[in-house]
């Protein structure tokens, strides 16, 4: 169980192309969604957190405007990173929470890639 | 907010030795410490939490102690194999209702 999927597992594109990265909850509801971004041989830092049918809290110094999440229903969360540049290439994992007290499941991770 | 140190960076044990990894952390509301497993290029994966209420846990070869009033929290590994060999991160949050809050990672190799 707590199984969360995330897609696309590899993404490399253009500078100035829009990215869009789904993260799903498999086999549960999550009623919070978190966004991650990690650098090589660097811990998990969080970007945003988002609770279904609300507007995500960002974390200082994370532009909302650069990075769009949308958590439109319990089981889908998606992370847009705009016009994208080199500077934004990195390992976007998201995770989820069924409920608080509950643990965070963590999906596969997108590597993403701005030539 | 939330501070949470991790130590050692790096840790290199033989195979069939222990592990320790300790972890302190600076908001005494904290009461979830969660311990991932990430392996190269792959998610983290959850091997063990504890919550304040409680001193210690174990599951097999993986245990987990809390101080609370010293503000830190340990992974020990006994039996250490080969695929033990991965980055661990320490994590804590306020009731499961505020984000985990990550230490830095340790990245443990264990020599066959």
């Known amino acids: 169980g707590a199984v969360v999927s995330q897609h696309p597992s590899w993404v490399i594109c253009k500078s100035g192309t829009s990215v869009k990265i789904e993260c799903r909850s498999l086999?549960?509801?999550?009623?919070?969604m978190f966004w991650y971004r990690q650098f090589p041989k660097q811990s998990l830092m969080l970007m945003a957190t988002s609770n279904e049918g609300s507007k995500a809290t960002y974390e200082q110094g994370v532009e909302k405007d650069k990075f769009l999440i949308n958590h439109a229903s319990l089981t889908l969360s998606t992370l847009t990173v705009t016009s994208a540049h080199p500077e934004d290439s990195s390992f976007y994992i998201c995770s989820a929470r069924e409920v608080v007290l509950m643990p965070q499941h963590f999906g596969d991770g997108t590597r993403l890639s701005i030539l | 907010g939330e501070n949470v140190e991790q130590h050692p960076s790096t840790l290199s044990v033989q195979e069939g030795d222990s592990a320790v990894i300790k972890c302190t952390y600076s908001?005494?509301?904290?009461?979830?410490f969660p311990w991932y497993k990430q392996e190269l290029g792959k998610r983290p994966q959850l091997i063990i939490d504890i919550r304040s209420n409680v001193g210690e846990k174990k599951d097999q070869r993986i245990a987990v102690t809390l101080n609370k009033t010293a503000k830190h929290f340990s992974l020990h590994i006994t039996e250490t194999q080969p695929e033990d060999s991965a980055v661990y991160f320490c994590?804590?949050?306020?009731?499961?209702?505020?984000?985990?809050?990550f230490g830095k990672g340790t990245r443990l190799s264990v020599i066959a």
């Open positions: 908001d005494s509301a904290s009461n979830y």
């Open positions: 994590a804590a949050s306020w009731a499961g209702n505020t984000p985990l809050v």
């Open positions: 086999d549960f509801q999550a009623t919070t």
